[in-house]
């Protein structure tokens, strides 16, 4: 695993005391990218797993020398990989590395923007800087096997891999949510986007978040949503092609 930290306003030179709070998620390395002009701090710890030269992030793409069209911070595995690779480059994106998942997210969000996680068959929590929409990109995976906190201020905004590295956030109170605590207390956990401190939220799995730093506004949406649907045109005939289908999927 690895972890990721972001600020967008004050409290930016906390984010080396968020990456270090979780460095046990990535002990290989790690890394920091500011954008002075937006205020905008990227931050990464990294465990190496398929592109140990290639992969080192903040990873930056469409650089126009005044600090990147693209930055991503990213967690995670995509186990289509190579396909969305192959498409892209039939489309015309170029890739640096060799192998690098990280080099393709970002190449997707570049081709297909906040429909990209939709294609993205892995396990995955990610922020991304879009220079020309002065945005902050955030999306977690479909079941939300990776972990993606947030806060929000009215002079700012913080996101981390864990909720321990936004105590570092000079904006974070700290306060506990004491609904949320007797939920957690009778459920063993908080539901939704809920978490027991003030003002903390995990971003739902299957979902992205849209920050615009010009208004501040917040966009949240569902890219998918899980449906267990019978099917009642199903027969006993059916089986040896359910059977051959679902070899193929746990093959895949």
Same mark, same amino acid.
């Given at each position: ?19 270090? %709070?979780? *460095? ?13 002009? %937006? ?5 990464? $710890?990294?465990? =190496? ?15 126009? @020398?005044?600090?990147?069209? +693209?930055?991503?911070? +990213? ?6 990989? /190579?396909?969305? $690779? ?5 489309? @015309?994106?170029?890739?640096? =590395?060799?192998? %690098? ?7 997707? +969000? ?5 429909? !990209?996680? #939709? ?26 096997? *990776?972990?993606?906190?947030? !806060? !929000? ?7 981390? %891999? ?7 956030? /000079? ?6 949510? #004491? #609904?949320?605590?007797?939920? +957690?207390? !009778? ?14 939220? =995990?971003?739902?799995?299957? =979902? ?9 506004? *917040?966009?949240?949406? $569902? ?6 649907? /019978? ?8 089986? /040896? $092609? ?11």
């Amino acid at each position: 695993m690895c972890g990721i930290a972001g600020v967008w306003g004050q409290g930016a030179e906390a984010v080396p005391a968020m990456l270090e %709070s979780i *460095k046990h998620r990535g002990p290989d390395g790690g890394g920091i990218w500011r954008h002075e002009a %937006s205020g905008v701090t990227l931050g990464h $710890r990294r465990l =190496s797993i398929l592109d140990h030269a290639g992969g080192a992030q903040p990873f930056a793409a469409g650089d126009d @020398g005044d600090g990147g069209g +693209y930055v991503l911070v +990213y967690n995670g595995e995509l186990y289509n990989h /190579p396909e969305l $690779r192959a498409e892209l480059e039939k489309r @015309g994106h170029v890739f640096r =590395s060799s192998h %690098s998942d990280t080099e393709t997210v970002l190449h997707a +969000y570049m081709e297909w923007g906040e429909e !990209a996680p #939709a294609r993205f068959n892995g396990m995955f929590a990610l922020a991304i800087w879009d220079k020309a929409r002065r945005c902050l990109f955030l999306a977690r995976d479909r079941f939300g096997e *990776k972990p993606l906190f947030w !806060a !929000a201020h009215k002079d700012g905004f913080a996101f981390a %891999s864990e909720i321990q590295a936004l105590f570092h956030w /000079p904006l974070f109170s700290g306060r506990l949510h #004491a #609904a949320n605590v007797q939920r +957690y207390l !009778a459920w063993g956990y908080c539901t939704a986007d809920r978490t027991i401190f003030e003002g903390v939220h =995990s971003l739902p799995a299957g =979902s992205s978040l849209t920050l615009h730093l010009g208004t501040g506004q *917040k966009d949240i949406r $569902r890219y998918w949503r899980f449906a267990l649907e /019978p099917d009642e045109a199903i027969s006993d005939a059916d089986e /040896p $092609r359910l059977v051959e289908e679902l070899r193929a999927l746990l093959v895949q």
